[in-house]
């Protein structure tokens, strides 16, 4: 578990500074941040997707994910319920926005995958320790638009890592090539989906479609 806590601490301290900067910055230029943290959102959803889309095995998978993760999310009102305990957090910006859009690019991405399942198998960290690198600068930009309570995306990391180092720990390497294709497309939408919604293009709600990215999980080892 020492690669996820380090990754954790790069993501509290890369909050805490641009959380710091942004209480300097002027609106004109908070706004202009939050616009290109959008565009790259959208940019890197999109190009997830292009890049895991011709691998898929199950074309349809992502389609299915969505369309169940979007009906559990809402029934559970999970965008509501977030808004609610950000909202005294909020500095303002949509800080529970924020923070979706932090956990996905945190959690959707090889190195945050394989990174705990390297380090429960083998004892590496290398994937992690990049990863804590990678996610340091982005935490600090994410900060320096949303506040300091980006750091809340650190227990969700937290949460993510440590699952699946647990269930590696148990069952071994779970994550086939399948699963990660098929988990990069479903969080790849999802990313798109949330650079849309900063840049007020239109909102998705993107947090009542988090539950989607456990569809592929469930499948793939049902079939495996």
């Known amino acids: ?94 800080l529970g926005q924020g923070i ?3 956990c996905l690019i945190f959690c959707i991405g090889t190195l945050s995958i394989l990174g705990p399942v ?11 320790f990049t990863n804590a690198s990678l996610d340091f600068v982005t935490a600090m930009v994410l900060a320096a638009t949303y506040g300091v ?7 969700i990391l937290f949460l993510w890592q440590g699952g699946i180092y647990l269930l590696t720990l148990l069952v071994g390497n779970f994550i086939t090539d399948v699963m990660m294709v098929e988990i990069s497309i479903v969080g790849g939408f999802l990313i798109a989906m949330s650079g849309l919604s900063i840049m007020k293009i239109k909102d998705f709600h993107t947090l009542n479609c988090l539950p989607a990215l456990a569809v592929p999980i469930i499948w793939c080892l049902i079939r495996g």
Not at 38 to 62: D, H, R, T, W
Not at 149 to 155: T, V
């Open 1 to 94: 578990m020492l690669g996820t806590i380090v990754n954790v601490a790069t993501i509290i301290a890369g909050s805490l500074i641009g959380g710091t900067f942004k209480k300097v910055m002027s609106e004109e230029l908070s706004k202009s941040l939050m616009m290109v943290m959008g565009l790259c959102a959208f940019g890197l959803g999109i190009n997830a997707v292009v890049q895991n889309m011709p691998k898929s095995e199950y074309p349809v998978l992502f389609i299915v994910s969505l369309a169940l993760g979007c009906l559990i999310g809402t029934l559970l009102k999970l965008d509501q319920r977030v808004a609610r305990l950000t909202n005294r957090k909020d500095d303002g910006g949509n």
């Open 100 to 102: 979706v859009t932090g």
């Open 118 to 128: 390297q380090s429960a198998l083998y004892g590496d960290y290398t994937y992690l």
């Open 149 to 155: 309570g980006m750091a809340f995306a650190a227990g």
